[in-house]
């Protein structure tokens, strides 16, 4: 399987991007996806999940409300829309999932968020 990201960029506080995460090499619909960011210095950590079939979407806790994950099975693609953005935004934002209980990880897009 092989993950490809894209969407990331400079943006301004308050600002909003969608990042994209493209799948393939594997049946999508039978991956759950995951988004997790990693800013400099600090460790990776978990920003969304949404199951195979889409029905469960999950969100880190100081996140919610202003982001938003979908994936769309005709294009294999994830997506993380992200709103309000904040400068503590500011990271590597990570397209991951998991087979047979290896995690697969996309190399990620550059977020920054600034005036």
């Known amino acids: 399987v092989q993950l490809v990201e894209s969407g990331g960029g400079l943006v301004q506080p308050g600002g909003s991007l969608t990042l994209s995460c493209a799948v393939s090499g594997f049946t999508f619909s039978s991956l759950d996806l995951r988004w997790f960011r990693q800013a400099p210095g600090k460790e990776r950590e978990f920003v969304a999940f949404i199951s195979n079939g889409g029905g469960v979407k999950e969100y880190k806790e100081s996140l919610k409300g202003r982001i938003t994950i979908s994936r769309d099975s005709a294009k294999n693609t994830v997506s993380l829309q992200m709103n309000n953005l904040e400068p503590e935004d500011t990271a590597m934002y990570f397209c991951?999932?998991?087979?047979?209980?290896?995690?697969?990880w996309g190399q990620g897009t550059q977020v920054t968020v600034s005036s």
């Open positions: 991951s999932t998991r087979i047979s209980g290896i995690d697969v």
